[in-house]
């Protein structure tokens, strides 16, 4: 199963979605099942000092089949993760990082050893992350901060896709989402699915 993390903001007019489809269409045409969590339509709030006691009780017990474990459990179960996210304020919307507050689970997706060190306790094999971006990225912090969560998380390989000046005069946007739909191909190729 791959699991589909949706967050493209702008809905249909988001040009992070086309890249998204691209790709995912082509998955599903191969057999994959893709799971879509929407994070413009899920509304979730980031935590609260009472939603963090909340789960922290649950943890201190044990207790991880509460429903405010449903998105960790999804997540860490998931074979192969996609997430597309356009380039908002140097990273990605916010939605994207409560979503985060919201996987991030002691037990669930990590925990830490003995000696306080985090190990990933995910299925998944990879991520890969799309984005498109209005300026010419040098780099890009949102993915290096996914970089980082992978490693946490215990998966091993992170895939980038963006395609980028989106927004900058006289940038040809068709070509540079037709490079980006390029490097979308190669990674399918890699994979032995059709585009
Ligand atoms: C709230 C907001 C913040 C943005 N921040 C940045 C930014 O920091 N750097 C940048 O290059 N572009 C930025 N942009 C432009 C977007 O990255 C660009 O238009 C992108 O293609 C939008 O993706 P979408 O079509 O999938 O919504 C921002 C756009 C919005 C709406």
Not at 2 to 9: E, H, R
Not at 46 to 68: E, T, W
Not at 118 to 132: N, V
């Amino acid at each position: 199963m791959v699991l589909f993390v949706n967050a493209c903001i702008r809905g249909e007019q988001s040009r992070t979605l086309q890249l998204c489809r691209a790709y995912l269409g082509a998955v599903k045409r191969a057999g994959t099942v893709v799971r879509e969590v929407n994070l413009e339509q899920l509304h979730l709030t980031s935590l609260s000092a009472q939603k963090v006691a909340f789960r922290s009780q649950l943890q201190r017990r044990g207790v991880y089949d509460d429903d405010v474990f449903d998105l960790a459990h999804q997540f860490a179960e998931a074979d192969d993760i996609v997430i597309g996210a356009p380039y908002w304020d140097l990273t990605f919307p916010a939605a994207l990082k409560t979503y985060i507050e919201h996987v991030s689970v002691d037990n669930v997706t990590f925990h830490f050893t003995p000696d306080a060190r985090y190990e990933g306790l995910c299925q998944a094999r990879r991520i890969t992350y799309l984005t498109t971006a209005g300026s010419r990225l040098t780099r890009n912090l949102g993915y290096d901060y996914i970089c980082a969560l992978a490693e946490m998380f215990g998966i091993p390989e992170v895939r980038y896709v963006v395609a980028d000046g989106l927004d900058a005069e006289g940038v040809d946007v068709d070509e540079e989402m037709g490079k980006a739909r390029a490097q979308i191909a190669q990674l399918l190729a890699e994979d032995g699915i059709e585009p």
